[in-house]
């Protein structure tokens, strides 16, 4: 049973420019939330997908956009890159569609350096 | 809101003595708890995590936790480290099954040999 895939690992990128990375779910999970990690900090909520519809969003700009795909795979694009953006960008996954606590399960990030 | 803190942001300790991370956090609605993991550039891997019950949580990896409502924290233990154990650690709550997680600042264990 495959965990949370994401792609690419790394990523370098010029300010200015567009990135999209991509997210794969658990098997089973409906769900998937993005955060950004900034090198020494803890994890930031980005946005939540739920039945390819944004349903919670954390305190970024616009210029952070997502989308999820009836499959359940997800993307985050960030649009008119800042070097502040460069993080690693985690996925995690969970069942919200069931009965009880589902736990989120966290992909191994995408790594994002913007130059 | 929640938040989280973690007052030690670097804690060295030597092999095979115990440690303690402490977790504090504010909140106005019950929520739960969970300690996350993460090794040199990898993601997070759960711990344990607080969802009711016994307040003494066993994780993996010989790590537990305990859950004191009074005192709102919920500090990280092991008896005995390892080199391995040797990663940065993260406190986190979640006020429902499908919320946000929110992330502590995150505390880094440098087990000494």
């Known amino acids: 049973d495959a965990g949370v895939t994401q792609s690419p690992t790394h990523l370098i990128k010029t300010r200015g420019q567009q990135v999209t990375l991509r997210c794969s779910p658990k098997?089973?999970?409906?769900?998937v939330s993005w955060y950004q990690q900034a090198l020494g900090q803890g994890p930031q909520f980005i946005f939540q997908?739920?039945?390819?519809?944004?349903?919670q969003r954390g305190n970024f700009p616009d210029r952070f956009s997502g989308h999820q795909f009836p499959n359940y795979s997800s993307e985050l694009n960030v649009n008119a890159l800042l070097l502040g953006d460069s993080a690693l960008y985690l996925c995690?996954?969970?069942?919200?569609?069931?009965?009880?606590?589902?736990?989120?399960?966290f992909g191994p990030g995408t790594r994002l350096t913007v130059t | 809101a929640q938040s989280v803190t973690q007052l030690d942001s670097q804690v060295p300790v030597f092999e095979e003595a115990p440690v303690e991370l402490r977790c504090n956090y504010s909140?106005?609605?019950?929520?739960?708890l969970f300690w996350y993991v993460q090794y040199p550039n990898q993601g997070l891997q759960l711990l344990l995590k607080?969802?009711?019950?016994?307040?003494l949580v066993k994780g993996i990896n010989g790590f537990e936790a305990e859950f004191n409502k009074s005192q709102t924290s919920f500090h990280l233990r092991k008896p005995s480290v390892h080199i391995s154990d040797t990663a940065e650690y993260f406190c986190?709550?979640?006020?429902?099954?499908?919320?946000?997680?929110?992330f502590g600042p995150g505390t880094s264990l440098s087990v000494i040999p």
């Open positions: 995690a996954s969970s069942l919200v569609g069931g009965v009880g606590f589902y736990e989120q399960y």
């Open positions: 098997s089973g999970h409906d769900t």
């Open positions: 997908y739920y039945e390819e519809e944004e349903r």
């Open positions: 909140s106005s609605v019950s929520v739960y």
């Open positions: 607080y969802l009711s019950g016994s307040t």
């Open positions: 986190a709550v979640r006020k429902t099954s499908y919320d946000k997680v929110i």
